[in-house]
C-alpha cells in the first residue's frame, strides 16, 4: 500500500508516524515484524523473567505484543504520546512519552532496553544510542534492530522513482558503527544478526527469505536489517 508522500519540516517528520496511524500496519510485511520479533525474543530467552524492560520507538506497538510476554515488566514509549498511549491502554502496561534523544529517564532505570526500527528516524542515531545505554542497568541488555546503510541507495532509488513513497526521516547505520558507538559507550559482549537479506517487497521473497535468513549471524553486512545486542559492563 502507497503512504502518501508529503513535503515535512523537522518537527513534521519526528510524528510522521503518528500521522500515517494504521496505514503503516498495512503497509508493514508480517514476514519483517516476525523476524524481528524472533531475533529479540532468542536473545532475551528466559533471561526476560524478574526483569523489568523499556521499548524506546514502540509505534503501533506489533513488537511490543510479543514481548511483554517475555519480560516481567514493559514499559512502552514514543515521541508520540498518541502512539504510546494507545499500545499502552491496547496493552495494559505502562506507557511514557519520550523523545529517544533526550530521554526524561533516570540513569540505570532498566534491565532491558528494546529498541526495533527506531533510532533511523531520530535525528541522531548516535545519541538515542547513548540514551539507551544511560537508563540501561549494570549487567543489562540493549537490543536494537535498524537498517543497514548498505542499503540505502538502493532505497533512494526507488523513493525517487516512486516506487518507495516516505516522508519520514531517515538516517541509516552500517552495522560495524552501531557496534562501534556501542564499543565506546562501554558495553561489551556485542553481538550482530540479521533480519532479512533483501526487500520482502520482491515477489516469492516470503517463500525465499528464510532460506537465507537462518545465516543472519554471518551474512548480516549484506542484509537490509540488522539486530545489535550488547552488555552494559558494571562500574569498576
Known amino acids: 500500500m502507497k503512504i502518501q508522500q508529503n513535503k515535512s519540516n523537522n518537527k513534521d517528520r519526528d510524528y510522521y508516524f503518528e500521522e500515517i496511524g494504521d496505514n503503516f500496519d498495512k503497509w508493514m510485511s508480517d514476514y519483517d515484524v516476525y523476524r524481528r520479533a524472533l531475533l529479540i525474543c532468542k536473545i532475551l530467552g528466559d533471561q526476560g523473567q524478574n526483569k523489568s524492560c523499556l521499548e524506546i520507538g514502540c509505534g503501533t506497538g506489533k513488537i511490543s505484543e510479543v514481548i511483554r510476554h517475555r519480560v516481567d515488566s514493559l514499559t512502552v514509549s514514543d515521541i508520540s504520546e498518541t502512539l504510546a498511549q494507545g499500545v499502552g491502554s491496547r496493552l495494559n502496561i505502562k506507557w511514557i512519552q519520550q523523545d529517544a534523544c533526550n530521554l526524561s529517564i533516570a540513569d540505570n532505570s532498566f534491565d532491558v532496553v528494546i529498541s526495533s526500527e527506531c533510532i533511523e528516524h531520530v535525528p541522531d542515531p548516535e545519541k538515542a544510542l547513548a540514551e539507551m545505554v544511560r537508563v540501561l542497568k549494570s549487567n543489562g541488555v540493549l537490543i536494537v534492530t535498524t537498517p543497514n546503510k548498505l542499503w540505502y541507495p538502493i532505497l533512494w532509488i526507488a523513493m525517487k522513482a516512486g516506487i518507495r513513497n516516505f516522508a519520514g526521516r531517515e538516517i541509516w547505520l552500517f552495522p560495524w558503527k552501531a557496534a562501534k558507538i556501542l564499543k565506546m559507550r562501554g558495553l561489551t559482549n556485542i553481538c550482530l544478526d540479521g533480519c532479512h537479506l533483501f526487500p520482502w517487497q520482491i515477489?516469492?521473497?516470503?517463500?525465499?527469505?528464510?532460506?537465507?535468513?537462518?545465516?543472519?549471524?554471518?551474512?548480516?553486512?549484506?542484509?537490509?536489517?540488522?539486530?545489535?545486542t550488547a552488555v552494559k559492563a558494571p562500574r569498576e
Open 203 to 228: 515477489p516469492l521473497a516470503k517463500k525465499l527469505l528464510p532460506l537465507f535468513d537462518k545465516f543472519g549471524k554471518v551474512l548480516y553486512p549484506l542484509m537490509i536489517n540488522f539486530c545489535i
